[in-house]
T-cell receptor
């Protein structure tokens, strides 16, 4: 089945140690998104790729970076994780007209910072 | 900027009963889409139902239906014959105009009591 896969499901990292989360899709959607979701809060968009074009949200900290080497894969890099970066990170994809079908989400990666 | 407001942090319903979750939004766009997403304890977001703003008819998907009041900017979700599997966090979301990004409300945690 076509889907969005996030690895790993759970990630524990040390304070200040770089960490990379991955997302892959078999839907051939041209837009990929990274959301941060803290407990009992709405998902917050960090950035998205429209094809190869990177679009950063204005309030996304510089500590967060992303790479999309091809249509299928997208990575979230946290250069120096702090305790406040502990959260669920959700990857989502859409065709450009998100209103037609909405997003397809992965299962998320829960990041713990120790 | 568009905003989505869910005024009910938590709701509960008896199994087989009906429950309505509220959502209001603010936008200056005339063309937009509205969504309800379900996030079960497994954490993968699943699209429940969507509504195109230009359609006056309320969307329905089996036991799920919406009450879309465009003038009031209200978009509530009704779940009929509630089942234990309906227990989840429900997010209302908006996508407007040429902007394919989703803006989420803070969510409503629905508990279904047997």
């Amino acid at each position: 089945d076509a889907m969005v896969i996030q690895n790993p499901r759970y990630q524990v990292t040390q304070f200040g140690k770089p960490v990379t989360l991955s997302c892959s899709q078999t839907l051939n959607h041209n837009v990929m998104y990274w959301y941060q979701q803290k407990s009992s809060q709405a998902p917050k968009l960090l950035f998205h790729y429209y094809d190869k074009d990177f679009n950063n949200e204005a309030d996304t900290p510089d500590n967060f970076q992303s790479r999309r080497p091809n249509t299928s894969f997208c990575f979230l890099d946290i250069r120096s994780p702090g305790l406040g970066d502990a959260a669920m990170y959700l990857c989502a994809t859409s065709r450009e007209e998100a209103g037609v079908s909405g997003y397809t989400f992965g299962s998320g990666t829960r990041l713990t910072v120790v | 900027a568009q905003t989505v407001t869910q005024s009910q942090p938590e709701m509960s319903v008896q199994e087989a009963e009906t429950v309505t979750l509220s959502c209001t939004y603010d936008t200056s766009e005339s063309d937009y889409y509205l969504f309800w997403y379900k996030q079960p304890p497994s954490r993968q977001m699943i699209l429940v139902i969507r509504q195109e703003a230009y359609k006056q008819q309320n969307a329905t998907e089996n036991r799920f239906s919406v009450n879309f009041q465009k003038a009031a900017k209200s978009f509530s979700l009704k779940i009929s014959d509630s089942q234990l599997g309906d227990a989840a966090m429900y997010f209302c979301a908006y996508s407007g105009g040429s902007n394919y990004k989703l803006t989420f409300g803070k969510g409503t945690l629905l508990t279904v009591n047997p």
